[in-house]
């Protein structure tokens, strides 16, 4: 397990340039995404997402619903602020 870890982790360091802004990520769910619902939907038990892509997906889903016009690299920083805060993928 904690190998996996360590692997999962190797690219970002290595190439930083692609990284995603976790920071940015953390601003942009505070700004626009806490209004609707609070972090407890990201971690109850019977939560919906159940994979990167899935999270991916309703990350979008929930932003276009807003009609909020983010770069996808936004979308990405705001997918792994939650993956790392929340989810754990
Ligand atoms: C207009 C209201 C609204 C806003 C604002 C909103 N969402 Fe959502 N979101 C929802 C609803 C409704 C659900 C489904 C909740 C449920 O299944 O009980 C949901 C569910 C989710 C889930 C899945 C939770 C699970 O069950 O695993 C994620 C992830 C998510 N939203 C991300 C975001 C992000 C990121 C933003 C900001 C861009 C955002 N939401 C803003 C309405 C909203």
Same mark, same amino acid.
């Given at each position: 397990? +904690?190998?996996?870890?360590?692997?999962?982790?190797?690219?970002?360091?290595?190439?930083? /340039?692609? /990284? /995603?802004?976790?920071?940015? %990520?953390?601003?942009?769910?505070?700004?626009? &995404?806490? %209004? &609707?619902?609070?972090?407890?939907?990201?971690?109850?038990?019977?939560?919906?997402? %159940? #994979?990167?892509?899935? *999270?991916?997906?309703?990350?979008?889903? &929930? +932003?276009?619903? *807003?009609? *909020? #016009?983010?770069?996808?690299?936004?979308?990405?920083?705001?997918?792994?602020? *939650?993956?790392?805060?929340?989810?754990?993928?």
């Amino acid at each position: 397990m +904690k190998i996996y870890t360590v692997l999962w982790f190797l690219p970002v360091f290595l190439i930083p /340039a692609e /990284a /995603a802004d976790i920071e940015n %990520g953390d601003d942009l769910h505070f700004e626009n &995404c806490t %209004g &609707c619902h609070q972090e407890i939907v990201y971690t109850r038990d019977d939560r919906n997402v %159940g #994979s990167m892509e899935r *999270l991916d997906l309703q990350v979008r889903f &929930c +932003k276009d619903s *807003l009609e *909020l #016009s983010w770069f996808d690299e936004d979308v990405d920083d705001v997918v792994e602020f *939650l993956n790392q805060n929340y989810y754990h993928f």
